[in-house]
Each structure stands twice: as C-alpha cells, then as structure tokens.
C-alpha cells in the first residue's frame, strides 16, 4: 500500500507543544488508528521505518516526540553513548503525569482524524514500551504492543520513582501483545515473570512471546538488529491490530493469559 506524504503536525499538551509526524495510507478512505512511541532516542529514521511499515498496512499512524518538554522540535538523539546518557537522563527527568496527559492527546488527534475509523491502538519499543503499556490503560485502546518495555518490572518510568504501571494493569481493557528478548539485559528473567504474574493476576487478556534476542533487536540499525525476528515480531503485531481494530472480534467476557514462547 503506498503511502501519503508524512505529516508534521504540532499538538497542544498541559506541558507544551509536542511535534507528532503522521503516516498514512495514500488511498482515500478512512482506517484504524495506533499511535507509535519510540525509544528513548525520539524519532529516528529507523522508528519512522517502522511507522511507515505499520501505515503501509492500512493504519494512520501518529508518532509523538516524547521529551518535548526538553527539546527543540524535530530532535532525534544519536545511536551512541552521549544520545543513550542524555535520553536516559530525560526518562527520569520528565514527570509520569506528562507521558498519560502526552498519551491522552495523540489519542484524542487519532481518534478525531479525517482519515481515521477512531478505532485505536497502541505500540512501543524500549521506553516506548512502557509508555505504550501504559496508553492500553485508557478508555478505548483495544490493541497494544509492547517490543522489551525496560521500565515496567521496576517501577523505573518517570520522576520520583513513582511508577504505578504494574498497580493500573487492571484499568487495561484492550488486548496485549508483549515481546521480550531473553538477552535483554534490561529486562531480566525475574523482570519478565514479575509482569507476566501481574497481567495474569489481573485476568488481563494478552499475548506473551520470548524471542532468543537482544535489547533492540527490531532497530534495524546497529548490531543487534536481528531482521528474522523483526519479521515475526511486526507479523504478529499487524495482526493484531488489523483483528482487534477492525469491526468484528471483541474481547471474551471472561480472558485469561494467551501464552506463546520461543
């Protein structure tokens, strides 16, 4: 499916303008909406691969600088040491509120754009994980995907230490799809179990996968990118985007945990 120019557009937040690049279909029509969070490195080339990859689909896709509040619009970080310290930095710097008011926006954009159904989902990698973890928690997100999200197990997102993602995992009423490498230094196995008995615990409907990988292994820059279970992992999450954002499947009064290991 070809593709319509990308957008930029400048949405209003309670902390400031956040700069948000739209991908979308070229043909006229309207279609099911997944705002994309990126690493901790903003929007890089290969995060707009990877939303180009999900609007050529048939999705509009919305991707949100995530340290607005501290940049100048239009920052993307380098994939080096000096990138990784200052997003870090940023991570921790910004207040948990600001990513749900930033998350609560892009969501309102998607659901009120011409070219989108109002349907919506969510997707992450790395920090984006976690923030797409924590989107699944608003009203009407029926579909999320969380590539290795690094600050979940412990409680690491945001100032002061006071992430409570694991405490309002039952205020998530869509699907799950969680995808982890098991050589992911970022998120250990005793990390992984902790959130897998917690969305358990909570009768949380989603969808496990370890994949023998590194951190980052969807990045197709650098020497961690692993481009078979880039194919897997972008497979699964198309499908379950085009299943749960479509008109037709709705979730079992009763769901448990649907379980897949590799």
Same mark, same amino acid.
């Given at each position: ?20 690049? !739209? ?19 903003? !929007? ?16 509009? &896709? ?15 970080? @380098?994939?080096?040491? @000096? ?7 940023? =991570?921790? @710097? =910004? ?24 349907? &919506? ?5 790395? /920090? ?23 600050? !979940?197990?412990?409680?690491? /997102? ?20 969680? &995808? ?49 279970? @880039? ?6 999450? !198309? ?18 945990? &649907?379980?897949?290991?590799?």
């Amino acid at each position: 499916m070809t593709l319509h120019d990308p957008e930029t557009i400048d949405l209003p937040t309670p902390t400031g303008v956040m700069r948000t690049f !739209v991908f979308r279909p070229a043909a006229p029509g309207r279609y099911p909406g997944i705002v994309l969070f990126s690493e901790i490195f903003q !929007v890089t080339a290969p995060i707009r691969r990877t939303a180009a990859f999900l609007a050529g689909h048939g999705f509009v &896709v919305a991707v949100p600088e995530v340290y607005h509040e501290f940049l100048p619009a239009g920052t993307a970080l @380098a994939y080096d040491a @000096a990138g990784a310290e200052q997003g870090n930095q940023l =991570k921790v @710097a =910004k207040e948990l509120a600001a990513y749900d008011t930033d998350a609560q926006a892009v969501l309102a954009f998607l659901r009120g754009h011409a070219a989108c159904t109002g349907r &919506v989902g969510a997707m992450g990698m790395c /920090l984006g994980g976690s923030l797409a973890f924590r989107a699944a928690m608003n009203p009407g997100v029926a579909a999320t995907v969380c590539f290795y999200a690094t600050d !979940v197990h412990k409680r690491g /997102l945001g100032r002061g230490a006071n992430d409570n993602s694991l405490d309002r995992i039952p205020e998530i009423g869509g699907e799950l799809l969680l &995808v982890w490498g098991r050589q992911d230094p970022h998120v250990p196995a005793e990390g992984r179990a902790r959130i897998y008995a917690a969305l358990a615990a909570a009768g949380t409907c989603f969808t496990w996968h370890e994949f023998n990988g590194a951190h980052a292994f969807l990045r197709d820059e650098g020497n961690r990118y692993d481009a078979e279970l @880039a194919h897997l992992g972008l497979g699964l999450a !198309v499908s379950l985007f085009r299943r749960k954002l479509g008109e037709g499947d709705q979730r079992p009064a009763a769901a448990g945990p &649907v379980e897949a290991r590799h």
